[in-house]
């Protein structure tokens, strides 16, 4: 008879807070014939200073700069092995969603601000064995992110510039500097197929394919327009972020040495644009044929030995700022993101510095120019009360420069300073796992 068990909080861990559970399978599998259930969470509160270039300038309006954010997120789902030892099981994770300013007003969705949900995240089911490998299916973490390293969410708020939550997605947009963070919403949220190998002296290699760049739900129902979710090309195109036959293959080993704990990573991306079925001209003048073809290598690795991490993560190759496509004309992306950890008993301290350059607003023949630079400095430290209770502080600095480009009015208006702003951000917060 099959035993069903609900794991407590002691038994499944802290949940990783920027990428819940990150791993291709369950940390430990349950006894053949067991289903262990598990609801787990996060609830992060913290109070924010922020001071940026573009903070009361934008129509007239003023921002304050102190400030409070805070998110829930649940990690509902369930880990099993079948009685001959196939492990398998659902894993999801739901959020706090975006919403409107208003005045907290909850009880109302009629078009009232301030109200928020949950939205499904992740929600994907894996299968597999250590010996066979795993294999992932639904909205889940590709290999991307699953065979690589280098980019840490385990200091500070657990989120810093990725935004993906804390004082960083409180910096205003113009202000805020991009990196092609392997962690991103727009490739870990689509529905694809993920095969992890066993680990073979050390080596993993792994494989995925999204055939679509939708999540569960979107674009299901299809007529023949451009919100279809299986379309392969449209009369006008279909903007430069969604992608068809995304592929992502990757390598990874680990091994220590003397104590010294060594991984190296390499994976490769390759995602086609929606074409374009009839004529048309783009914004910028362009006759399509449209966007090229997206292709980005990654780079990671990371050491530690006695409580320090060290790690270097690398990626460049055809894509814009946020996983878009380039147009003819425009560079190649190229960003490296530096970090270094050290965990002493409960405490944790931490920085980071990532650097990107990329086309950003350049188009060819335009007046900005040809390169966009964006780069961030996060530094974080932390103390653990308890497993599930931490206290966190946060500093991060940002800057943006492209030459002609107005960052405030995101146009071409110049106004002096503007096409290089910056940013600052503080936090003092709470984070409560089970």
């Not at 109070?47 to 805070?70: F, R, S």
């Not at 708020?157 to 947009?173: E, H, Q, T």
């Not at 991009?178 to 727009?186: D, H, I, R, V």
């Not at 995925?208 to 979710?229: H, I």
Request: proline residues 3%.
């Amino acid at each position: 008879m099959r035993k069903y068990l609900l794991a407590s909080a002691a038994s499944l861990g802290l949940m990783v807070a920027a990428s819940g559970a990150a791993h291709a399978q369950a940390a430990k599998a349950p006894a053949p014939g067991q289903i262990v259930v598990h609801l787990n969470g996060l609830l992060n509160d913290q109070i924010n200073m922020i001071g940026a270039t573009g903070d009361n300038v934008q129509g007239g309006n003023k921002l304050n700069p102190i400030g409070m954010a805070g998110f829930l997120r649940l990690y509902p789902g369930f880990d099993a092995t079948t009685e001959n030892g196939i492990e398998y099981g659902v894993a999801a994770e739901l959020r706090t969603t975006y919403s409107s300013a208003g005045v907290g007003i909850h009880e109302s969705t009629a078009g009232t601000s301030g109200v928020t949900g949950l939205a499904i995240r992740r929600a994907y089911a894996y299968i597999g064995t250590p010996q066979t490998g795993f294999v992932r299916f639904g909205q889940t973490d590709g290999i991307w992110w699953l065979l690589s390293t280098g980019e840490y969410y385990n200091f500070g708020d657990g989120n810093l510039w990725n935004a993906d939550g804390g004082v960083g997605s409180s910096v205003p947009n113009q202000d805020h500097p991009s990196g092609l963070f392997t962690s991103s919403g727009s490739l870990y949220t689509t529905n694809k197929i993920v095969y992890i190998s066993p680990d073979v002296d050390g080596f993993k290699a792994g494989f995925d394919f999204e055939p679509n760049s939708n999540g569960f739900k979107e674009g299901e129902s299809c007529s023949l327009t451009t919100d279809c979710a299986t379309l392969s090309s449209a009369a006008g195109g279909a903007g430069n972020a969604r992608r068809k036959n995304t592929v992502t293959g990757g390598l990874e080993y680990s091994s220590e040495f003397s104590g010294t704990g060594v991984t190296l990573a390499v994976d490769y991306l390759h995602a086609a644009p929606i074409g374009v079925s009839s004529g048309g001209v783009t914004a910028t003048g362009y006759t399509f044929n449209g966007y090229k073809s997206m292709g980005i290598a990654e780079f990671s690795g990371q050491v530690k030995y006695a409580g320090f991490t060290l790690g270097a993560n690398v990626k460049t190759g055809q894509v814009n700022d946020g996983y878009t496509f380039l147009l003819p004309g425009q560079r190649d992306l190229l960003f490296y993101e530096v970090t270094g950890i050290y965990d002493f008993g409960p405490y944790t301290v931490g920085a980071y510095y990532f650097n990107q350059q990329s086309a950003g607003a350049y188009t060819l023949g335009s007046s900005y120019g040809r390169t966009a630079t964006n780069y961030g400095i996060a530094v974080g430290a932390n103390y653990a009360l308890s497993k599930n209770l931490g206290l966190y502080a946060t500093y991060l600095y940002g800057h943006r420069h492209q030459a002609g480009y107005n960052f405030i009015s995101n146009s071409a208006t110049v106004a002096t300073g503007y096409d290089n702003v910056q940013s600052q951000a503080f936090s003092l917060g709470a984070a409560l796992k089970w």
